[in-house]
């Protein structure tokens, strides 16, 4: 079974760069991986996603494992505002863009 | 640029009853998704509408229905309302039907409360 794999809750200090590491041992060739995150009592907000190069935009960049099987959201100056759930999403190959949201990691950004 | 809003913000309802959720894509976005987000769990896919049709759903039962308008705005009932279907609704558009590469864009959902 596809598998996505998160630490439950990781913790940083403002204006540090934060590493948010995700496991996706089963992911195909041809899945794009999506980040997500929530913040306390919103919907969610995308963030950024990849196939097989690294990608960066405004908010964050995103690394991804030669071989694919893990990727890593970088925050390169985290903020009080960062503070959210961040989902790590790969589309496992699904006929729809449909969204699979695991449990996620639980970020604290300390003052 | 509009984004994803949905009405009503809060709804409380009764054991049995029927509700209907609405939601207005971003400008541009003909695809809409619906997602169920239980207190302290992920949001889990209910079904997506592209173009008027419904284009891919979940494991949730058929009295979970939804409906795409022609402006690509989006309806979610649920009908013979049960305690467990509390939860947050949320809606999401996106451009270009089930492309898997295409951001989805969030609304801030509708809180239902089932008595």
């Known amino acids: 079974d596809a598998k996505t794999t998160q630490p439950n809750s990781m913790e940083s200090n403002e204006e540090e760069p934060v590493h948010l590491p995700c496991n996706h041992s089963t992911i195909s060739g041809t899945d794009y991986i999506h980040w997500y995150r929530q913040l306390p009592s919103q919907g969610p907000e995308y963030v950024i996603h990849?196939?097989?190069s690294n990608v960066n935009n405004r908010m964050a960049s995103l690394a991804i494992a030669e071989d694919r099987k893990s990727s890593t959201l970088i925050l390169h100056r985290a903020t009080l505002r960062d503070a959210a759930v961040y989902y790590c999403i790969p589309n496992y190959g699904g006929a729809t863009n449909k969204l699979i949201f695991g449990t996620g990691t639980l970020l604290a950004v300390q003052p | 640029e509009t984004g994803v809003t949905q009405s009503p913000t809060h709804l409380i309802k009764t054991r049995g009853q029927q509700v209907t959720l609405r939601c207005s894509s971003q400008s541009g976005h003909n695809t809409v998704s619906w997602y169920q987000q239980a207190l302290g769990q992920g949001p889990q896919f209910i079904f997506q509408?592209?173009?008027?049709?419904?284009?891919g759903r979940g494991n949730f039962p058929p009295r979970f229905s939804g409906l795409q308008f022609p402006n690509y705005s989006s309806e979610l009932n649920v009908n013979a309302l049960e305690l467990d279907d509390s939860a947050l609704y949320l809606c999401?558009?996106?451009?270009?039907?089930?492309?898997?590469?295409?951001?989805?864009?969030f609304g801030d959902g509708t809180r239902l409360s089932i008595l």
């Open positions: 509408y592209y173009r008027e049709e419904e284009n």
């Open positions: 990849g196939l097989t």
């Open positions: 999401a558009s996106s451009l270009a039907g089930g492309a898997t590469n295409q951001p989805q864009h």
